[in-house]
């Protein structure tokens, strides 16, 4: 099946700097990666995805790459704020099966304002 | 509200004791899928369907779990004899069609303490 590894795993940044978080995936058939923001005790929810067809793609503060050739993508956050304290998962799906989409073990981000 | 919805939030159960999770999935959506979420680790893949079949159920860890969506729409995760192991938040989303490449809608989920 699909392995994602996810790095770092938690993330301390002051207000106002970036923060970086990396996945790798092993499936090469793998087409979509979404990224998931999880605030404590809520849902998962998506923040932004990328196709495979894309490089880069970018929504505001926030940026996903993504490399094919070396099987990574990374989320990109600039000017963080306070309310960016959050779990980020990034995924990528399995092609081997149905509809089974892997997550990343998760990076706990802490904006220090 | 037109989210994905689950009961109860909240569920203490003895060790032993089965018990059933609810999943409303948004009204239309074909795809449903159960993740269970240990504490402090990403999503784990449970169950998938698409309508009422259930096209991939290799992620459920045990025959004690047992999944069905009937109609196609709202789903029902049960946990028979319940174990100290299956703690954990039950997560389901739901999704417009049957790709890969569009965004799942994630519930509250379910957290599942086994005392």
């Known amino acids: 099946g699909e392995n994602v590894e996810q790095h770092p795993s938690t993330l301390s940044v002051q207000e106002g700097d970036s923060a970086v978080i990396k996945c790798t995936y092993s499936d090469s058939a793998s087409n979509y990666f979404p990224w998931y923001k999880q605030e404590l005790g809520k849902r998962p929810q998506l923040i932004i995805d990328i196709r495979s067809n894309v490089g880069e793609k970018k929504d505001q503060r926030i940026a996903v790459t993504l490399n094919k050739t070396a099987k990574h993508f990374s989320l990109h956050i600039t000017e963080t704020q306070p309310e960016d304290s959050a779990v980020y998962f990034c995924?990528?799906?399995?092609?081997?099966?149905?509809?089974?989409?892997?997550f990343g073990i998760g990076t706990k981000l802490q904006v220090i304002p | 509200g037109a989210g994905v919805s689950q009961s109860p939030r909240y569920k203490v159960a003895k060790r032993g004791q089965d018990v059933a999770l609810r999943c409303d999935p948004i009204s239309g959506h074909v795809s449903l899928f159960w993740y269970q979420q240990a504490l402090g680790q990403g999503p784990e893949f449970l169950t998938y369907?698409?309508?009422?079949?259930?096209?991939?159920k290799s992620g459920l860890p045990s025959d004690r779990f047992f999944a069905e969506r009937p109609e196609g729409s709202v789903s029902t995760l049960k946990i028979q004899r319940t174990q100290q192991e299956d703690s954990a938040v039950y997560l389901c989303a739901s999704r417009t069609g049957s790709s890969l490449n569009t965004e799942a809608f994630f519930g509250q989920g379910t957290r599942l303490t086994v005392v």
């Open positions: 369907f698409q309508n009422e079949a259930q096209l991939d």
């Open positions: 995924a990528a799906p399995y092609s081997g099966g149905y509809q089974k989409v892997t």
